[in-house]
């Protein structure tokens, strides 16, 4: 289902791409001409018709997967509007990206692209928006806090509070250390990118951290005992999920309990 939406001064849009018929949902969002993340390539024809409407003059990525900047390419060709994502990346994303084919088929393709580095926070005529770093999911990921508001936009910073599968890169570890400074700003609305605009923030990132410290505890004792991350994922989190056979393994609890 696409939608359109508005929180206060925050345009969203949400789109739809699919896997194997199975619905991925990514929001994208605009505020007073910044956009936090372009969505992926797969969505264009919905989401250019967003962009041009919300008369965008700058670009914030959280991060360089192919779902939250495989429009930063159309959009600086096209729009000339500066895209800003952390320095850390920048050589990544001058070459086309290379995606497994489950990835491509979902998201599209992530072209290269020239950023700029990113500021310390972003003002727009009604707000300023800093830019925090929130690694885990990826080691560079950044969050973008308006804190009159007290809005965070979470990149994939937060996926769920119970979430089991983690990204082959992810350091689940740092996760926790992430959430733990996150909760301390004492955030009311979470703008996420997969499950759009959440409020009562701040109680979602502490029942994520409840689950993680709890699952992290649990896998150290079973560590002790000698079990492999292998073994561990089997026992604490037993239901296989479709998105590890679909992914080829990039996506799995295995990689969440390493990450721990
Ligand atoms: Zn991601």
Not at 45 to 68: K, N, Q, Y
Not at 87 to 92: K, N, Q, R, Y
Not at 202 to 231: I, M, P
């Amino acid at each position: 289902m696409i939608k359109t939406g508005l929180h206060e001064d925050v345009h969203y849009l949400r789109t739809e791409s699919r896997l194997l018929g199975i619905p991925l949902a990514f929001y994208v969002y605009a505020v007073d001409g910044l956009l936090v993340d372009t969505g992926p390539a797969s969505q264009r024809e919905v989401i250019i018709p967003f962009l041009e409407r919300s008369a965008i003059r700058e670009v914030a990525l959280t991060h360089a997967h192919e779902d939250h900047c495989g429009l930063a390419a159309w959009i600086q060709e096209n729009l000339g509007v500066p895209v800003y994502l952390h320095e850390a990346l920048h050589a990544e994303v001058a070459a086309d990206a290379r995606l497994p084919p489950y990835r491509r088929l979902a998201w599209g393709s992530r072209k290269a692209f020239r950023p700029r580095p990113l500021p310390p926070a972003f003002q727009t005529p009604s707000h300023r928006f800093e830019i925090l770093p929130a690694p885990g999911h990826t080691p560079d990921h950044v969050v973008l806090w308006e804190r009159e508001k007290g809005w965070l936009f979470t990149g994939d910073f937060f996926l769920g509070v119970s979430q089991v599968v983690a990204f082959q890169d992810e350091e689940s570890g740092r996760s926790i250390d992430s959430l733990k400074r996150m909760i301390g700003l004492g955030a009311d609305t979470l703008f996420t990118a997969h499950s759009g605009v959440l409020s009562e923030g701040r109680r979602h990132l502490t029942r994520r951290l409840e689950f993680l410290e709890e699952l992290r505890g649990k896998v150290q004792t079973l560590r002790a005992d000698g079990l492999s991350d292998r073994a561990i994922a089997r026992r604490l989190l037993p239901r296989r999920k479709l998105i590890t056979l679909i992914s080829l393994g990039e996506w799995s609890t295995r990689h969440l309990v390493r990450g721990l």
